[in-house]
């Protein structure tokens, strides 16, 4: 883990998506937000997809026009990342790969990642595009209509069901609703809670912070020791408070590990920061990602166009 740190904090893999930056194929999951069109206007690549998700429900005016469509029937996380990217004919090792991250569903980011490690692409590139603002500030809609909360495929833990230790670590962002779901279905579970902080901008930690209360199950003053802060645009920095957070948890636990249970509903680095870490570490244990699915998205979230953030991502 020394090692790990030592990667991370020296600020290996972050930093400004450069004016010049240039790669061999750019995936960017469409939306309607101004942000998405101007970082894939903005990199240079051989060939460019916009990725479409079932979860928008658009129309098909509002698709674009500019660049092939990535698309699939399929709605589960895997089966809609693999029949969607088997069109991408050039995608090898070799490939130098650039995905912008900012409109894509989480699970399907998070299994994403999966499929490339075992596609044996191992390095490969993720942008974000940091929002001026929410529309509706603390009153943004995100999700709606959660049909179901279970484990993300690829992302499935060896749970005991005589353990009746569990841990849910939350990464609480502006969908609520998310997480009151997440938190019903693991009501027995010691609960953690991973805020985001520094967030994105001045306002929004305290808009999170709004958010967050108007769910029923989550304590006004939860102990110190359950609460965990990550910076919302640095999966690296979560990667590390994961490691941290964990360690302590598990130090203070008694006999076998407890079934543990990560649920990353904040920013988009904050879930690939999860999944970097589950896959470097948490593979075949009692670990698992779980995650409220919903039927529908919110085409058009934010305003104006902040920081782009390129992540320089190694599942060695």
């Keep these: 883990m020394i090692s790990d740190r ?3 904090e020296s600020g ?3 930093r ?6 240039s790669c061999d194929v750019l995936v960017s999951a ?5 942000r998405l069109k101007s970082t894939f206007d903005r990199i240079q690549a051989s060939q460019k997809y916009w990725l479409i998700h079932n979860e928008y429900d658009f129309q098909h005016s509002e698709l ?6 990535l698309r699939s ?3 589960a996380e895997a089966a809609f990342v693999i029949d969607a990217f088997s069109a991408i004919s050039s995608l090898g090792p070799n490939t130098k790969l650039c995905v912008d991250v900012t409109g894509f569903m989480r699970p399907q980011l998070m299994f994403l990642m999966n499929f490339l490690k075992s596609r044996r692409i191992l390095k490969f590139d993720f942008v974000y595009t940091e929002p001026s603002q929410y529309q509706r500030k603390a009153d943004t809609v995100f999700a709606s209509d959660v049909v179901e909360v279970r484990q993300v495929n690829g992302f499935e833990g060896i749970h005991s ?5 569990d841990i849910l670590m939350i990464g609480a962002g502006y969908d609520h609703d998310l997480v009151g779901h997440v938190i019903d279905h693991k009501s027995r579970a010691r609960l953690v809670q991973m805020l985001s902080l520094p967030s994105l901008s001045a306002d929004m930690y305290q808009e999170s912070l709004i958010r967050l209360h108007r769910v029923a199950d989550v304590p006004a003053n939860v102990p110190d020791e359950q609460l965990a802060y990550s910076s919302a645009n640095d999966p690296y920095v979560t990667y590390i408070v ?16 407890p079934n543990l249970y990560l649920s990353p509903l904040a920013t988009k680095p904050q879930a690939v920061g999860f999944a970097l870490y589950y896959l470097k570490h948490l593979v075949g244990t009692s670990a698992s990602i779980i995650f409220p699915f919903a039927k529908r998205y919110s085409k058009e979230t934010s305003t104006g166009v902040g920081r782009a953030w390129l992540y320089e991502l190694d599942l060695n």
């Design 73 to 75: 029937i399929e709605w």
């Design 12 to 14: 290996a893999g972050k």
């Design 6 to 8: 030592l990667l991370y």
């Design 16 to 21: 400004l998506l450069p004016g010049d930056y």
């Design 242 to 257: 994961l490691a941290e957070t964990l360690a302590r948890i598990s130090g203070r636990s008694q006999g076998a590990a």
């Design 30 to 34: 469409f939306n309607l937000t101004s």
């Design 64 to 69: 674009p026009g500019d660049a092939p469509l």
């Design 161 to 165: 069901a005589e353990n009746c230790d």
